[in-house]
């Protein structure tokens, strides 16, 4: 009897021994996810958590360009102007009077990538001044031009773009002689067309802000030569211009002369186009 109780419990001893290894390989195991699962109150899984993403990180953009067409251009201009005929010279006191002015432009035709159209309306004002020794006088002209000009592009390159160009449009001139205390004046309208051809340099567009709506912005410029025509005018002075107060003394006008507006003009321009 004892030896058999002695077998039993040998046995029993090296079953345990054997099943220890089972155990722990059990409780090592992985939850499953069903066991991993939490429950509300009222049964109810209740679902993990969501890990919260962390926002992406927003990098400003610097400014962006672009040699897209710029449709509208405002350029400031100036004038040069070689006149042919002495007595507009000497009015003038100089044989090439400079003026300045503004001009606003827009391309109104685009059938391809490399030709445009365009339109622009232009005022070009020039003031000139000469001091006659022999008669002690100063002598005064300013002169008014407002032009509309129609032009036709051909873009060679992205920046350079040669260009043809006709104009038209009405000038006026205000000439006053005289030494301060009692002045002559005079008026004259005339009539004025040009020809020309020239070179159109601009910078690609550049815009400053990030928005769907921001436009693009560059600089550009033009050098143009060509023929002016114009109507001559025949000066007669007075003591006042035509239209002024009633209190003044008329006078009967004294002619000095015609003088003649046509030459070949230099026209340079530089602005903002967008």
Excluded: C
């Amino acid at each position: 009897m004892r030896t058999t109780m002695r077998t039993t419990m040998k046995t029993t001893t090296s079953t345990t021994y054997a099943a220890l290894p089972l155990l722990a390989a059990v409780f090592l195991l992985p939850a499953s996810p069903a066991s991993a699962q939490v429950y509300d109150w009222n049964g109810a899984v209740r679902q993990p958590p969501q890990p919260r993403l962390a926002p992406p990180l927003t990098v400003p953009e610097g400014p962006v360009t672009s040699w897209d067409p710029l449709r509208f251009a405002v350029a400031f201009e100036t004038r040069t102007t070689w006149l042919l005929d002495d007595s507009a010279k000497r009015l003038a006191g100089k044989r090439a009077p400079t003026g300045g002015g503004l001009s606003l432009q827009a391309d109104i035709l685009r059938p391809d990538d490399k030709l445009a159209a365009r339109l622009d309306l232009g005022w070009v004002t020039t003031t000139s001044s000469t001091f006659q020794d022999n008669s002690m006088l100063t002598e005064k002209l300013e002169t008014n031009i407002l032009s509309l000009g129609l032009s036709a592009r051909y873009n060679l390159l992205r920046w350079l773009a040669p260009y043809a160009r006709i104009a038209g449009g009405v000038g006026w001139d205000k000439l006053t002689v005289g030494n301060g205390a009692s002045d002559l004046h005079d008026r004259q309208v005339f009539g004025q067309g040009s020809v020309g051809a020239g070179l159109s340099l601009r910078s690609p567009g550049l815009r400053f802000w990030q928005s769907p709506s921001a436009p693009f912005v560059g600089v550009m410029g033009q050098i143009e030569g060509g023929y002016a025509l114009a109507t001559g005018s025949d000066f007669a002075l007075q003591s006042s211009p035509a239209g002024s107060g009633a209190n003044t003394i008329p006078t009967a006008p004294v002619a000095i002369g015609h003088a003649g507006r046509s030459a070949p003009y230099l026209r340079v321009s530089f602005g903002i186009a967008f």
